[in-house]
């Protein structure tokens, strides 16, 4: 399951290993990143969008409600929000490191 999570991976990245060689396409690379970075864009527009307007409710998993009138903040679950994001980055960096290593063993 991991070798093709790392597949995938590579895949969206541009990054072909096989028969020995490693190839990198730089364009598919830069899209994947592109793509990511407009979705961090978008969302915090909508975020700024939504904080004018005077209106965010993230209550149900991060633990945050304002409205024009009140801010709730329920510190448990921004808690569990925050720490399993945390996680999930922390994840995200191992089997990256992984992949690199094995990347280095290949060569």
Request: proline share 0%; hydrophobic share 40%; net charge negative.
């Given at each position: 399951?991991?070798?093709?999570?790392?597949?995938?991976?590579?895949?969206?990245?541009?990054?072909?290993?096989?028969?020995?060689?490693?190839?990198?396409?730089?364009?598919?690379?830069?899209?994947?990143?592109?793509?990511?970075?407009?979705?961090?864009?978008?969302?915090?527009?909508?975020?700024q969008k939504d904080?004018?307007?005077?209106?965010?409710?993230?209550?149900?998993?991060?633990?945050?409600?304002?409205?024009?009138?009140?801010?709730?903040?329920?510190?448990?679950?921004?808690?569990?929000?925050?720490?399993?994001?945390?996680?999930?980055?922390?994840?995200?960096?191992?089997?990256?490191?992984?992949?690199?290593?094995?990347?280095?063993?290949?060569?």
């Open positions: 399951m991991a070798v093709q999570n790392d597949n995938e991976l590579f895949s969206k990245l541009g990054v072909d290993i096989g028969d020995g060689k490693l190839n990198i396409d730089l364009n598919q690379t830069r899209e994947f990143f592109d793509a990511l970075k407009q979705t961090f864009e978008n969302t915090a527009q909508n975020l904080l004018s307007d005077g209106k965010v409710d993230m209550a149900e998993n991060v633990g945050i409600k304002i409205d024009k009138e009140n801010i709730n903040i329920d510190l448990e679950k921004t808690k569990s929000f925050v720490e399993g994001f945390g996680e999930k980055i922390a994840n995200f960096l191992v089997e990256l490191e992984k992949s690199v290593q094995d990347i280095q063993v290949k060569k």
